[in-house]
C-alpha cells in the first residue's frame, strides 16, 4: 500500500472470496472523499461489515470511516493523525500556499 496505484487498486470492487466482506466504495462520485482523494491522502480501503467506508493510512494506521459528502481526506488525516509522517509531509500540501 506504499504505492498510490496500490492504494487506488484496494478500492476496486473485487469478487468476494469466500468469508471475505470486500466491496466497493460505497459513496458517490460526488463526495470529496472518493478512491482518488483518499489514497492521495494515504489511505487503502478496509472495510468491514460494520463499517463499509472504513480506511486505513499505510504509514500511521489509523482507520477512519463515516466519510460525509464534504469531508476533505487531507484535513481529516491531519486532524486525526497530526504526527503521522504522511499526513505532515503530503496532507498538509493541501493547505500550505505560501
Same mark, same amino acid.
Given at each position: 500500500?506504499?504505492?498510490? =496505484? &496500490?492504494? /487506488?487498486?484496494?478500492?476496486? %470492487?473485487? %469478487? $468476494?472470496? $469466500?468469508?471475505?466482506? %470486500? +466491496?466497493? @466504495?460505497?459513496?458517490? *462520485?460526488?463526495?470529496?472523499?472518493? !478512491?482518488? +482523494?483518499?489514497?492521495? $491522502?494515504?489511505?487503502?480501503?478496509? !472495510? +468491514?461489515?460494520? =463499517?463499509?467506508?472504513?480506511? $486505513?493510512?499505510?504509514?500511521?494506521? %489509523?482507520? /477512519?470511516? &463515516? @466519510? =460525509? ?9 491531519? +486532524?486525526? *493523525?497530526?504526527?503521522?509522517? @504522511? ?12
Amino acid at each position: 500500500m506504499e504505492t498510490l =496505484d &496500490g492504494r /487506488l487498486h484496494s478500492f476496486d %470492487k473485487q %469478487k $468476494a472470496k $469466500a468469508g471475505s466482506s %470486500k +466491496s466497493a @466504495w460505497p459513496h458517490p *462520485s460526488t463526495y470529496f472523499a472518493n !478512491p482518488r +482523494s483518499l489514497a492521495e $491522502a494515504g489511505f487503502y480501503f478496509k !472495510p +468491514s461489515k460494520t =463499517d463499509p467506508d472504513n480506511v $486505513a493510512c499505510f504509514m500511521c494506521k %489509523k482507520e /477512519l470511516g &463515516g @466519510w =460525509d459528502e464534504d469531508d476533505n481526506p487531507f484535513e481529516v488525516h491531519v +486532524s486525526k *493523525s497530526p504526527k503521522c509522517p @504522511w499526513a505532515i509531509a503530503r496532507c498538509s500540501l493541501e493547505f500550505d500556499v505560501d
